[in-house]
């Protein structure tokens, strides 16, 4: 009995600790952290307009991983052949139409970069910066 209520005590600390941990990393929000219901969007219905956050990235390894000129599906960028574009919300191989440019979902973002986050490659840093970020219109393709 005493190694039970032993085994019990601690169990309940642990429980304690993660509902504090919780709370504590959940900051202002003053949530349990549980993971989101998935919900599934109509994003792959060609023709479809919708709006999307546009921002723009260089093949270098400050803004990617260890192989800059390798996208997430393969395709070789460097130097670009295709205008690609990167989304966690999109398959690979979704043709979409950003300004009447047609670009390949062949990346991923970072996993904070979901719905409805596009980030479109460029040659220079130079253009990135002067792109900007921006809410646009895509057409899925």
Request: proline residues 5%; aromatic residues 8%.
């Amino acid at each position: 009995m005493k190694y039970f209520l032993k085994i019990l005590f601690f169990l309940m600390m642990l429980v304690i600790l993660y509902i504090f941990a919780s709370l504590a990393l959940a900051g202002d929000r003053g949530k349990l952290l549980v993971p989101a219901p998935r919900v599934e969007r109509e994003t792959n219905r060609p023709g479809l307009a919708q709006e999307a956050i546009i921002s723009h990235f260089t093949a270098s390894t400050d803004e990617t991983d260890d192989t800059p000129c390798l996208t997430a599906d393969g395709t070789d960028i460097c130097p670009a052949k295709e205008n690609i574009a990167a989304a966690n919300w999109l398959p690979f191989g979704t043709l979409i139409e950003v300004d009447e440019i047609q670009y390949r979902i062949a990346d991923r973002m970072a996993r904070k970069n979901g719905y409805p986050k596009i980030d479109l490659l460029v040659s220079s840093k130079k253009e990135a910066f002067k792109k900007g970020k921006e809410t646009k219109i895509i057409i899925l393709k």
